[in-house]
């Protein structure tokens, strides 16, 4: 089992940047997927992004691609996010996770993720 700790989130004006970082304690191999999720009040869990910790595979939510890139650092075993250009709608609880057995058609669901940080809030203000 792996620990994930998030950090970075905070009070941001639209058109601004954040970045998240995700610290996982544990083993993490090189077919397990790391993703991204946030959560706004009163609305479900919502893919952002994912990759797997190779590398070589990534993907984005429609509503964030071009402006959001996924990395991960192997040697410190932390994955980011970089948000750019961020807007209003962006605002959530964010929440990073890791996939052991990942099914590349089920990146972007919630429930096949096994591990999750607590969260941190982002508030973009406009």
């Known amino acids: 089992q792996v620990q994930l700790v998030e950090s970075g989130g905070g009070l941001v004006q639209a058109g601004g940047s954040l970045r998240l970082s995700c610290a996982a304690s544990?083993?993490?191999?090189?077919?397990?997927?790391m993703g991204w999720f946030r959560q706004a009040p009163g609305k479900g869990r919502e893919f952002v992004a994912a990759?797997?910790?190779?590398?070589?595979?990534?993907d984005y939510a429609d509503s964030v691609k071009g402006r959001f890139t996924i990395s991960r650092d192997i040697a410190g075993i932390t994955v980011y996010l970089q948000m750019n250009s961020l807007k209003p709608e962006d605002t959530a609880v964010y929440y990073c996770?890791?996939?052991?057995?990942?099914?590349?058609?089920?990146?972007?669901?919630?429930?096949?993720?096994?591990?999750w940080g607590q969260g941190t809030q982002v508030t973009v203000s406009s």
């Open positions: 996770a890791v996939n052991y057995a990942p099914a590349i058609s089920r990146l972007s669901v919630p429930s096949s993720y096994d591990d």
């Open positions: 544990g083993r993490i191999f090189n077919s397990n997927v």
């Open positions: 990759i797997t910790w190779s590398g070589s595979l990534s």
